[in-house]
């Protein structure tokens, strides 16, 4: 029997697989980090958030609690590159929250920059 002329071909599949591979996960890790970008900038603003609303509240309210209550909203993942500020300025409680990106997985390293998310919420006077 006669072998084609074009040879054997068998396998060829697995061959180009194998070398797209490391494109297919350096693609997927940059999808991967760029979520983790954005959910990081979803995590501060939803906590600016909540430590504003803390800090209007009647009772216990205040820079204290507005603090407490940022840090508090964040997964504990996050919790050790992030800082949370609070004030007033112009009849609001202003909340800033600051939290550094996760390389890969939080908690296993942060790139040098960090994200802010801030909110602020009418301060209440009571009488």
């Given at each position: 029997?006669?072998?084609?002329?074009?040879?054997?071909?068998?396998?060829?599949?697995?061959?180009?697989?194998?070398?797209?591979?490391?494109?297919?996960?350096?693609?997927?890790?940059?999808?991967?980090?760029?979520?983790?970008v954005?959910?990081?900038y979803?995590?501060?603003?939803?906590?600016?958030?909540?430590?504003?609303?803390?800090?209007?509240?009647?009772?216990?309210?205040?820079?204290?609690?507005?603090?407490?209550?940022?840090?508090?909203?964040?997964p504990?993942?996050?919790?050790?590159?992030?800082?949370?500020?609070?004030?007033?300025?112009?009849?609001?409680?202003?909340?800033?929250?600051?939290?550094?990106?996760?390389?890969?997985f939080?908690?296993?390293?942060?790139?040098?920059?960090?994200v802010?998310?801030?909110?602020?919420?009418?301060?209440?006077?009571?009488?």
């Amino acid at each position: 029997m006669r072998r084609p002329l074009g040879g054997d071909d068998r396998g060829q599949v697995a061959v180009e697989f194998m070398g797209l591979l490391p494109l297919i996960l350096l693609v997927l890790a940059l999808l991967w980090q760029l979520v983790l970008v954005g959910y990081t900038y979803s995590l501060a603003a939803h906590s600016a958030d909540r430590g504003a609303r803390a800090a209007t509240a009647t009772e216990g309210g205040g820079a204290g609690a507005c603090r407490t209550a940022a840090e508090d909203q964040l997964p504990s993942s996050w919790r050790a590159g992030a800082s949370a500020s609070c004030g007033t300025e112009s009849g609001l409680w202003k909340a800033t929250v600051r939290i550094k990106v996760p390389v890969l997985f939080p908690g296993a390293g942060n790139y040098p920059w960090t994200v802010t998310g801030s909110a602020g919420a009418a301060k209440e006077e009571t009488g």
